[in-house]
C-alpha cells in the first residue's frame, strides 16, 4: 500500500512493535489489501488496513482469529463503501460481528495533539477498545509501544503476555495505560515496586471496583484515573473520572455526550449517536446486557445478563460475587466461575491470587467471612488459590460456558 497519510494519523504518531518502528512511510509500506478481511493480530496491520480501506472506499473485516480462507461479508464487498466491522470478544458466548461507520468510531476521540504521550496497547488489536486507543495515539501524535502477538501469544505461558507488556512499559517510559481491570490486577503484581511515570490510567472492557481504583490511584498518584464504558455494540458511551465505582444515577435523567440512559429489569439500556447501525431497535435503544443496581447516588454494574447462572433453581451473577471477593483484603485478584453439578445444575468456584506474603489460612477466613451473608446458591464452594487469573486475547476473564 502507498499513498497520502491519513487525516486521522498525525504526522509525528510513532509505533514501536516489539523491536520494530513503525511511522507513516513504514505502514504504507505493508502489504495490506485495500478492504476484505484480514486478521487483526498486530496494530502495524490494522493501521495499515484501515488506512488502504479508507483510501479504497471500500469496507474491512477485523478479524480476532486466523480468517477463513473462503468466508465472505456482506459489508466488505465491493461497492459497500469505507466501514469497519469489528467482531466482539465472545466472553460468555459466540462472537458477534459489528459493522461501524469510521466517523462514529471516532466519535469520542478528542484528537488534541500530545506528542510526549507514550500510550501502551494492552488490547487485542481487532477489539473496539484497542482500535480505540490505536486511533486516539494516531490522532494525539503519540509514541504507541506494544507487544507482537500473532500465532506465538497462544504459546505464552499464562501471565507471559502482561509480563512482557510489564516490561515494555518500563522500558519505553510510558505515560498513558488503558486496560481491563483484571488486566490492571496482573500489572500491578508484574510491575512489583517497579516506577512507571504514569500521567493517565485508564480502565474499560469490566467493570471497575472501589478497590482497584483505590489501589491505582495511591500507586499512580500523579495520573488521571478514569474508567471507561464501551463495548463493540454500543461503541464509546461514557467516562467516568471522579474515583468511584460505577457511575451517577443522576445520568439516567441527563447523561453526557449526547447519551440517553435508563434501565429495563434491571438491565442498562442506551441511546448513542456512537452505536452501531445494526445493533439498536427501531427507535435507537440498545440493550447492553449490562446488569446495575442503585447503590445511594450511584449505579453499578452488577454483572452481565448473559453471564447469570442457575444454581438450584436460583439464578446467581457470578461478577457480582466477586467483586465481594476483590474487596477483602490481602487479594490481589479473583475469578468466580461455574462449574457443573449433578444436583444443583451448577456451582460456583473462586479461584484466589493472594498479594505476596498473604497469609492464606487467615485469607481463606475471611473469604469465608464476607460470602457468610449470600444466599447459599451464590457461595463459593470450593476456593483455589493460584498465581495468576489467566486472561483471554481480550483481557478479560473468560465466563464461556457459564448457563
Not at 219 to 238: C, K, Q, V
Amino acid at each position: 500500500m502507498t499513498g497520502r497519510r491519513p487525516d486521522w494519523m498525525h504526522p509525528a504518531f510513532r509505533l514501536i512493535e516489539g523491536e520494530e518502528s513503525f511511522g507513516w512511510k513504514e505502514l504504507a509500506a505493508l502489504p495490506v489489501p485495500a478492504g476484505g478481511i484480514i486478521q487483526a493480530d498486530r496494530p502495524s496491520r490494522v493501521l495499515a488496513a484501515v488506512a488502504a480501506a479508507e483510501a479504497a472506499g471500500q469496507g474491512l473485516l477485523l478479524a480476532r482469529g486466523v480468517p477463513d480462507a473462503n468466508a465472505r461479508d456482506a459489508d466488505c464487498q465491493p461497492g459497500q463503501g469505507f466501514s469497519v466491522t469489528l467482531e466482539s470478544s465472545g466472553t460468555t458466548g459466540t462472537p458477534k460481528r459489528l459493522r461501524h461507520d469510521f466517523a462514529r468510531l471516532r466519535g469520542r476521540l478528542r484528537g488534541v495533539a500530545d506528542e510526549g504521550a507514550r500510550w501502551l496497547l494492552t488490547y487485542d488489536p481487532g477489539a473496539f477498545a484497542g482500535l480505540q486507543v490505536m486511533l486516539t495515539a494516531a490522532a494525539a501524535g503519540a509514541l504507541l509501544v506494544a507487544v507482537p502477538r500473532g500465532s506465538a501469544a497462544g504459546e505464552r505461558p499464562a501471565g507471559g503476555l502482561v509480563a512482557e507488556l510489564a516490561q515494555m512499559a518500563r522500558r519505553h517510559a510510558v505515560t498513558h495505560v488503558s486496560g481491563t481491570p483484571s488486566f490492571w490486577r496482573a500489572f500491578l503484581m508484574a510491575l512489583g515496586e517497579a516506577e512507571l511515570p504514569l500521567d493517565a490510567v485508564t480502565l474499560g472492557g469490566e467493570a471497575a471496583d472501589q478497590p482497584l481504583l483505590d489501589r491505582l490511584a495511591e500507586r499512580f498518584p500523579r495520573a488521571r484515573l478514569r474508567h471507561i464504558y464501551a463495548s463493540t455494540e454500543a461503541g464509546a458511551l461514557f467516562a467516568v473520572a471522579d474515583g468511584r465505582a460505577g457511575f451517577p444515577a443522576a445520568w439516567l435523567d441527563d447523561a453526557p455526550d449526547g447519551l440517553a440512559l435508563r434501565i429495563a429489569d434491571g438491565v442498562l439500556e442506551v441511546r448513542s449517536p456512537r452505536a452501531a447501525a445494526d445493533a439498536v431497535d427501531r427507535q435507537g435503544w440498545l440493550s447492553t446486557g449490562d446488569l446495575v443496581e442503585r447503590q445511594g447516588d450511584r449505579l453499578l454494574f452488577a454483572g452481565r445478563l448473559d453471564g447469570l447462572v442457575n444454581v438450584g433453581g436460583v439464578k446467581v451473577s457470578p461478577e457480582a460475587v466477586e467483586r465481594r471477593l476483590l474487596a477483602v483484603d490481602g487479594v490481589a485478584d479473583a475469578a468466580v466461575v461455574a462449574v457443573p453439578s449433578p444436583i444443583t445444575g451448577h456451582l460456583l468456584t473462586a479461584t484466589i491470587v493472594p498479594i505476596p506474603g498473604a497469609d492464606e489460612a487467615a485469607l481463606r477466613t475471611a473469604l469465608r467471612a464476607v460470602s457468610a451473608d449470600l444466599p447459599p446458591a451464590a457461595r463459593p464452594r470450593a476456593l483455589t488459590f493460584a498465581e495468576h487469573i489467566p486472561l483471554s486475547a481480550a483481557g478479560k476473564k473468560s465466563r464461556k460456558g457459564a448457563s
